[in-house]
Each structure stands twice: as structure tokens, then as C-alpha cells.
């Protein structure tokens, strides 16, 4: 199994509202990422996970907290966002953080927060 | 600031021809770089990798990397109407767990 997969492919969510987002991984990977993508921009890093535990907090507000229950699972919680984070939330993972560990993405969430 | 840069394109080019895509890096003491690419709407999707100078081929696809020079590029020989995407080259610093991003190349392949 060499895939990402991520749930839901689309959320619609108000200010006010508390929601997740999910990412499983069966690669054996221990390292796993959330990253952030507007429309014609390239991914931007949000968060990095090593062996569960997270390495990188690219200055995220805290309306996004990562969480990782497991070495296969990666979830986003999401709580009281604005519209500009309206965006495609993209999961990644790779055998280890860093070095020539190639990371391979799952499809993404489209996020539209109203 | 690390940076990777790219042209933003678009890049056209006709079905069959060979297709260059270039990227320059600023930090000289990267050591792996990555081509992705990303039709619209989808996820990125990695298509080749590359460690060493010179050239690495995969199928109709070679990556050629230049560390003196910081740059790195991607061919794509045979070039396809199902080529058309944005390529993003992506650089990881030594020691570092951040990928660096450039803003990605628009292909059009005409048929």
C-alpha cells in the first residue's frame, strides 16, 4: 500500500464551528506532515511529526492543532477560522523527517470557511 | 531567507518536443531535491528525485542537478498533452526537515 488518503475531500464549515481533518498513512512512515496550499502558490509547511512527536510549528495560529495518535494517523483540528484560511490542506509522509526521504502526498482537503 | 525559484511560465511547447523545466536553489548545502508535479485541482505528485550531479532518467523524464551552479532541471523528452501541469521543484536543506517550495512552472503541451 503506497498511498495517503485523506477525509473528507471537501468541508464547508462556519466561523464558529469545530471540525477535523483526517490523514492515515500505511507506508511504515514516522514521519508526517500538514501543509497549507492557496490557489496557484506551492504548499506551505505548517507541520512536521517525527515518530509522533511534532518537530515543526511553522508559527500556525492555534485555530489549526495537530494531532498524532499513531504512527499511521495524522489528524488537524479545526476551530473558529477565518475565511483566508479557506485553502486545500494537504497531508504528506515520508519514511523519516529530513534527508533524502521523498514525501508523498494524499489528495487533499478543500476547505471553504464561510 | 531560503529560497527556490522557478519561471512561473507558462511554458508551451508542442506535442513530441522536449520540455525544460529550471530551478535554482540559494543554499548551497542543500542535498536533496525533488521534482513534483500537480494538475489543477489535485495533489502534488512526486515524479523524480535527486542527490548527486549529473543527470537521473526515469522513463521520459531526466533530472539534471549542478550544485556549483545551484540549479537543477527537469527534462521531459516526447512531451505529451497529458503533461500539461504545474512542476514544482522542491529543495531540502541539509540537517532540515522543511522543504522549500518554488512557485512551480505551468506546462502547456499542444497537441
Known amino acids: 500500500d503506497t498511498e495517503v488518503t485523506q477525509t473528507p475531500k471537501h468541508l464547508v464549515m462556519g466561523m464558529t464551528n469545530k471540525k477535523s481533518l483526517k490523514c492515515e498513512q500505511h507506508?511504515?512512515?514516522?514521519?508526517m506532515y500538514w501543509y497549507k496550499q492557496k490557489a496557484k502558490k506551492p504548499p506551505e509547511l505548517m507541520f512536521v511529526?517525527?515518530?509522533?512527536?511534532?518537530?515543526i510549528n511553522e508559527s500556525v495560529p492555534s485555530r489549526f492543532s495537530p494531532e498524532c495518535p499513531n504512527s499511521s494517523l495524522l489528524n488537524l483540528h479545526l476551530h473558529a477560522l477565518q475565511p483566508e484560511d479557506s485553502a486545500l490542506y494537504l497531508c504528506?509522509?515520508?519514511?523519516?523527517?529530513?534527508?533524502?526521504?521523498?514525501?508523498?502526498f494524499g489528495p487533499g482537503t478543500r476547505l471553504t470557511v464561510l | 531567507q531560503k529560497e527556490v525559484e522557478q519561471n512561473s511560465g507558462p511554458l508551451s511547447v508542442p506535442e513530441g518536443a522536449i520540455a525544460s523545466l529550471n530551478c535554482t536553489y540559494s543554499?548551497?548545502?542543500?542535498?536533496?531535491f525533488f521534482w513534483y508535479r500537480q494538475y489543477s485541482g489535485k495533489s502534488p505528485e512526486l515524479i523524480m528525485s535527486?542527490?548527486?550531479?549529473g543527470d537521473k532518467e526515469d522513463g521520459r523524464f531526466t533530472a539534471q542537478l549542478n550544485k556549483a551552479s545551484q540549479y537543477v532541471s527537469l527534462l521531459i523528452r516526447d512531451s505529451q498533452p497529458s503533461d500539461s501541469a504545474t512542476y514544482l521543484c522542491?529543495?531540502?536543506?541539509?540537517?532540515?526537515?522543511?522543504?522549500?517550495f518554488g512557485a512551480g512552472t505551468r506546462l502547456f503541451v499542444k497537441a
Open positions: 504528506a509522509s515520508s519514511q523519516l523527517a529530513g534527508g533524502t526521504n521523498e514525501q508523498f
Open positions: 543554499d548551497r548545502g542543500s542535498q536533496s
Open positions: 535527486i542527490y548527486s550531479n
Open positions: 507506508m511504515g512512515h514516522r514521519a
Open positions: 511529526y517525527s515518530y509522533e512527536k511534532l518537530s
Open positions: 522542491a529543495v531540502l536543506p541539509t540537517g532540515g526537515f522543511k522543504t522549500i
